[in-house]
């Protein structure tokens, strides 16, 4: 299995651009998230899954899109890029949405917004 | 709210002395306390669950002790080598908390010196 995959490892934006960041698991899992790991701030959720088709907002979802069309991807948009969006972003997985599954985590998007 | 610490924020041991790592929570109220390692740059490599109900978990080096009445997790690892320097960060899956998330800590900042 090659696990919680992300692309791209890096990216580039300038204020107001748009792009997608990747994430994809072969494991099958039900739940999948998006957190931001910020300098101070540490690991903060995003947006997450439960399963194909269902999304819900985490503790920072203002400008991010999520969508969940297939068990395997959890896409996560950035709709018009700001200074603020600059961090590290990780995608994550779970077996089950039942709380008290292990989680994986992907190895990270480093994104800078200019 | 949930707290959790992670005392001392960074810590320089010589090879092979053995590591102690502290985390300690506010709410006790938890499905899972999760410890991770992350090297520079890279994602979070999960090393221990402890389930609510378990007092300690160990894998190889790796021995991570639970006291919720003290609201304390303890990430042992044994005969330290320089391969073990990264930041080792706990997070708690809290049952109160939806979406699964998970609440991280700021994370301890290990160097091995040979």
């Known amino acids: 299995n090659a696990g919680v995959t992300q692309t791209p490892k890096f990216q580039v934006l300038k204020t107001g651009q748009s792009m997608t960041l990747q994430c994809a698991q072969d494991m099958n899992h039900e739940y999948m998230s998006w957190y931001r790991q910020d300098p101070g701030m540490g690991l903060r959720l995003i947006h997450y899954?439960?399963?194909?088709?269902?999304?819900d907002q985490g503790e920072v979802p203002n400008g991010y899109n999520v969508s969940r069309s297939t068990t395997e991807d959890f896409p996560l948009r950035l709709l018009s890029a700001a200074p603020s969006q600059t961090s590290v972003y990780f995608c994550?997985?779970?077996?089950?949405?039942?709380?008290?599954?292990?989680?994986?985590f992907g190895p990270g998007t480093r994104l800078t917004v200019t | 709210k949930q707290e959790v610490t992670q005392i001392p924020a960074a810590l320089s041991v010589p090879e092979g002395e053995n590591l102690v790592l502290n985390c300690s929570f506010t709410?006790?109220?938890?499905?899972?306390l999760q410890w991770f390692r992350q090297d520079p740059g890279k994602g979070l490599t999960s090393l221990l669950l402890?389930?609510?109900?378990?007092r300690e978990q160990t894998s190889g080096r790796l021995n991570a002790s639970l006291d919720k009445s003290s609201g304390r997790s303890t990430l042992y690892i044994a005969a330290s080598q320089p391969g073990d320097s990264a930041t080792y960060l706990c997070a708690l899956d809290m049952i109160k908390a939806a979406g699964n998330k998970l609440t991280f800590g700021g994370g301890t900042r290990v160097l091995v010196k040979p």
């Open positions: 994550a997985s779970s077996y089950s949405n039942s709380p008290g599954y292990e989680q994986y």
């Open positions: 709410d006790s109220a938890i499905y899972n």
């Open positions: 899954s439960v399963g194909a088709g269902i999304t």
């Open positions: 402890i389930q609510s109900s378990q």
